[in-house]
């Protein structure tokens, strides 16, 4: 009987055990903190040169820190410096043929044309008066037919020529037709469009670091031939640095933008770095095989991204880190908007 009731006893006590377990774990107030696993991500810039000429000079190695603005190689130019004079020369001589259009005609080219008119009358006059006094003489048989026909020619010849420089004289009083100084127009703007291709061409053939970072890989070297299909470096964008981390339903409702979170890592251990929670996906996913959780890895999970501060930039792309978010007192811990920091 005694050992009966111990066993009840007994019983009991397990009973009550895995109620308070069960109630502790399931049932009770939800944890203070969220932890989350994930991996270091960071940007990378493939750099190339926009366009295809041999490679003069890189200027840093794997390793480097560059900054944006910084100039990092440079391609040949003299090729491209020639071009780049001629197409100058070229807008420089259509802008005068322009100015000259718009001008009009000078005084002097004016006073030319009718010394020319007033040289081609006193021609005509003078054919005139030859030609009259040839038929005067003709009856008496003291011109002949061929003379006559000569003294003709020569009179209508003056004629013409008159003619020819009265209009050259009120071309030159009227000026430049319209059509023409539009089409001079024309051709100095494309000229001048040539001349800004050739100076973009030009400035491509420095490499400009587009952002701040570290040069990741140095791809190719002087002599090569560059293209924009080509990259040059690869840098790797240093800030923002962010993990990677993937959060299952349940715990959307714990989170949301702005969040203070710290990361850790195994590589220094001990170490926390301050974050907030800058991205959450508005989409499910499946769990990658990189992330290890304790659910099986059909289930849907939603990406999250924990921006860090890194001042010492210790944390490497793909470095494993736990990201813990504290769920009472929460404030953002970003100085600001998540979606300003978060780099996009």
Do not use: C
Request: net charge neutral; charged share 25%.
């Amino acid at each position: 009987m005694k050992r009966a009731v111990t066993l009840i006893l007994l019983v009991v006590v397990i009973a009550g055990a895995a109620v308070y377990w069960w109630a502790r774990h399931f049932a009770g107030t939800p944890p203070n903190e969220l932890q989350l696993y994930g991996n270091l991500d960071l940007r990378q810039v493939n750099l190339a040169f926009n366009g295809n000429e041999r490679i003069e000079t890189v200027l840093v190695w794997e390793g480097d820190r560059v900054e944006k603005g910084q100039v990092v190689g440079a391609l040949e130019m003299k090729r491209l410096e020639a071009t780049a004079a001629q197409a100058k020369a070229r807008v420089e001589a259509q802008r005068h043929v322009v100015e000259r259009l718009e001008n009009g005609s000078r005084p002097e080219e004016i006073d030319q044309a009718r010394a020319n008119v007033n040289a081609a009358k006193a021609d005509r006059t003078n054919s005139r008066l030859n030609y009259e006094r040839l038929k005067k003489s003709a009856g008496g048989g003291a011109t002949s037919r061929q003379d006559m026909d000569a003294a003709k020619a020569a009179f209508e010849v003056a004629e013409a020529k008159l003619r020819v420089n009265q209009k050259a004289l009120d071309l030159a009083v009227i000026g430049p037709r319209q059509e023409d100084i539009a089409e001079a127009r024309a051709t100095l703007l494309s000229n001048e469009a040539g001349f800004a291709v050739s100076k973009q061409d030009l400035a491509y053939a420095t490499l400009v670091s587009p952002t701040n970072g570290v040069v990741q890989n140095r791809i190719l070297e002087p002599g090569e031939m560059a293209s924009p299909q080509r990259a040059v470096l690869t840098i790797a964008i240093t800030d923002p640095k962010w993990v990677r981390v993937y959060a299952e339903e349940p715990d959307l409702g714990k989170i949301r933008m702005g969040m203070a979170a710290t990361v850790t890592t195994d590589s220094f251990p001990g170490k926390k770095y301050d974050g907030w929670v800058g991205f959450i996906s508005p989409v499910a996913s499946f769990t990658p095989k990189t992330v290890e959780t304790t659910e099986l890895r059909t289930s849907l999970v939603y990406e999250v991204r924990i921006f860090v501060k890194d001042p010492a930039d210790e944390l490497r792309l793909g470095m494993p880190a736990t990201v813990r978010i504290p769920l009472t007192g929460i404030e953002s811990n970003n100085g600001g908007s998540a979606t300003e920091n978060r780099g996009g």
